[in-house]
């Protein structure tokens, strides 16, 4: 039997409906509610970053260029056939590494030569050494030997000076001798006048005189005997050059002496300094790396012949590269030396490397320098160079790159279009 549903207009009045009354509804749908929520989350945590771990990076000067580096060029300081080439293009050296060796044939032979030089001038020293002692010696000896002279002489003009007295003592007594005998001779031959001695008394009267006459010529040459005896013996004491003229030729032999020492010792310092200097022209022929780098030139082989100063070879030092690059004259003022930086190489993007700004050009020029166009001539530039702190073994020279200058953030920063930051860095 089918149901049929009672008419609402035939239902009775009173009787009351069973369902609830429905609940007001809100205003704001759910979703929005999550949205909400998550965007207050957000909030505080951003906000907590911001206290917390967030450090503003400032600003920045963008610039780009190439690395580039300080090249020392390795010559040799004295020419010659290069023997050896030890190191190739692109070989990492060490300080005082073996990069090139000279022929050192013609200097060995050379530094022989003088170190002979140095033994026989040292032997020429040494006898004129030995030479002076002996001259000393007899020296002494003569002067011994001049003393004893002078003793002599002085005995001598003793002698002649008593020899000269007795002499003269002879000379009165025979002239005393010969006045008795003349006295004697006169009265006799008065005598004999007047007969009264003999003729023989007469004439041993006239012997006498002339025997007396005799004695007396004699002292008389016996005087002049002693006083050329007496002048000589003076002469002779009073006489230096004689007395000491065996000494004098000895102290000229001792001064030769001394003065061949003095030339000996100079010529053996002349000859030590050309020793020395041949060792070190044989030390130039060693040439050796005078840095920590790398080759990147080899301009000589072996068996070549170099010029003194002609460049060997071409070292670069990796631990001191730096940026080139240039700032518009706009933004330089903002460049000061010492300023840090980073460098962004394009190999290694993600990893930038301290810098500083070691230079900066004291005069604006174009870029590119060889500017032809009116347009191009309208904005010039300073050249800045960024030196790397810490290359790391990652920049290369000739590697293009991309700095920044940091500036602090509240310096105002003019904004520049004929530099803009690179794509790259903008979003680092």
Same mark, same amino acid.
Request: glycine content about 6%; aromatic content about 4%.
């Given at each position: 039997?089918?149901?049929?549903?009672?008419?609402?207009?035939?239902?009775?009045?009173?009787?009351?409906?069973? #369902?609830?009354?429905?609940?007001?509804?809100?205003?704001? %749908?759910?979703?929005?509610?999550?949205?909400?929520?998550?965007?207050?989350?957000?909030?505080?945590?951003?906000?907590?970053?911001?206290?917390?771990?967030?450090?503003?990076?400032?600003?920045?000067?963008?610039? *780009?260029?190439?690395?580039?580096?300080? +090249?020392?060029?390795?010559?040799?300081?004295?020419?010659?056939?290069?023997?050896?080439?030890?190191?190739?293009?692109?070989?990492?050296?060490?300080?005082?590494?073996?990069?090139?060796?000279?022929?050192?044939? #013609?200097?060995?032979?050379?530094?022989?030569?003088?170190?002979?030089?140095?033994?026989?001038?040292?032997?020429?020293?040494?006898?004129?050494?030995?030479?002076? %002692?002996?001259?000393?010696?007899?020296?002494?000896?003569?002067?011994?030997?001049?003393?004893?002279?002078?003793?002599?002489?002085?005995?001598?003009?003793?002698?002649?000076?008593?020899?000269?007295?007795?002499?003269?003592?002879?000379?009165?007594?025979?002239?005393?001798?010969?006045?008795?005998?003349?006295?004697?001779?006169?009265?006799?031959?008065?005598?004999?006048?007047?007969?009264?001695?003999?003729?023989?008394?007469? #004439?041993? #009267?006239?012997?006498?005189?002339?025997?007396?006459?005799?004695?007396?010529?004699?002292?008389?040459?016996?005087?002049?005997?002693?006083?050329?005896?007496?002048?000589? *013996?003076?002469?002779?004491?009073?006489?230096?050059?004689?007395?000491?003229?065996?000494?004098?030729?000895?102290?000229?032999?001792?001064?030769?002496?001394?003065? +061949?020492?003095?030339?000996?010792?100079?010529?053996?310092?002349?000859?030590?300094?050309?020793?020395?200097?041949?060792?070190?022209?044989?030390?130039?022929?060693?040439?050796?790396?005078?840095?920590?780098?790398?080759?990147?030139?080899?301009?000589?082989?072996?068996?070549?012949?170099?010029?003194?100063?002609?460049?060997?070879?071409?070292?670069? $030092?990796?631990?001191?590269?730096?940026?080139?690059?240039?700032?518009?004259?706009?933004?330089?003022?903002?460049?000061?030396?010492?300023?840090?930086?980073?460098?962004?190489?394009?190999?290694?993007? +993600?990893?930038?490397?301290?810098?500083?700004?070691?230079?900066?050009?004291?005069?604006?020029?174009?870029?590119?320098? $060889?500017?032809?166009?009116?347009?191009?001539?309208?904005?010039?530039?300073?050249?800045?160079?960024?030196?790397?702190?810490?290359?790391?073994?990652?920049?290369?020279?000739?590697?293009?790159? +991309?700095?920044?200058?940091?500036? %602090?953030?509240?310096?105002?920063?003019?904004?520049?279009?004929?530099? %803009?930051?690179?794509?790259?860095?903008?979003?680092?």
């Amino acid at each position: 039997m089918t149901k049929t549903e009672a008419n609402p207009s035939q239902r009775s009045p009173e009787a009351p409906s069973k #369902d609830p009354a429905p609940k007001p509804k809100s205003g704001i %749908p759910k979703p929005l509610r999550i949205l909400a929520v998550l965007a207050v989350v957000a909030g505080l945590g951003y906000g907590v970053y911001r206290l917390f771990f967030y450090r503003p990076e400032p600003e920045g000067l963008f610039l *780009s260029g190439r690395i580039e580096s300080y +090249d020392t060029d390795v010559s040799a300081k004295i020419g010659g056939r290069v023997a050896e080439v030890s190191v190739e293009e692109g070989d990492l050296v060490k300080p005082g590494q073996l990069l090139v060796r000279i022929d050192d044939s #013609d200097l060995q032979a050379q530094l022989r030569g003088a170190i002979a030089q140095v033994r026989a001038r040292q032997e020429e020293l040494q006898r004129a050494r030995q030479q002076l %002692p002996v001259l000393e010696a007899q020296l002494q000896q003569a002067n011994l030997t001049t003393e004893q002279a002078n003793q002599e002489s002085q005995g001598r003009v003793l002698e002649s000076q008593n020899s000269l007295a007795a002499a003269g003592a002879q000379l009165v007594e025979a002239q005393s001798s010969l006045k008795l005998a003349l006295i004697r001779q006169r009265r006799t031959r008065e005598l004999f006048s007047q007969g009264a001695v003999s003729a023989q008394q007469r #004439d041993e #009267d006239d012997a006498q005189v002339e025997t007396a006459q005799a004695r007396v010529n004699a002292a008389r040459q016996q005087v002049q005997a002693s006083r050329g005896s007496l002048a000589q *013996s003076r002469s002779t004491l009073q006489n230096p050059s004689i007395r000491a003229a065996a000494a004098l030729e000895i102290q000229r032999q001792m001064a030769q002496a001394r003065t +061949d020492i003095s030339v000996a010792q100079q010529q053996i310092r002349d000859a030590q300094a050309t020793q020395a200097q041949i060792q070190a022209n044989l030390n130039y022929l060693v040439i050796k790396s005078p840095l920590s780098g790398s080759v990147i030139t080899r301009s000589v082989e072996p068996g070549e012949v170099v010029a003194a100063g002609a460049p060997l070879l071409t070292v670069v $030092n990796l631990n001191r590269l730096y940026l080139r690059g240039f700032i518009p004259e706009g933004q330089i003022g903002q460049v000061r030396v010492g300023q840090t930086g980073r460098v962004y190489l394009d190999s290694f993007p +993600d990893q930038p490397l301290e810098a500083t700004v070691t230079r900066v050009d004291p005069k604006a020029s174009f870029t590119p320098e $060889n500017t032809y166009f009116q347009k191009d001539r309208v904005t010039q530039v300073f050249g800045v160079e960024l030196t790397l702190k810490d290359p790391q073994g990652f920049a290369k020279p000739g590697m293009p790159a +991309d700095g920044r200058i940091l500036v %602090p953030e509240s310096q105002p920063q003019r904004s520049s279009t004929l530099f %803009p930051a690179p794509l790259g860095i903008l979003g680092r």
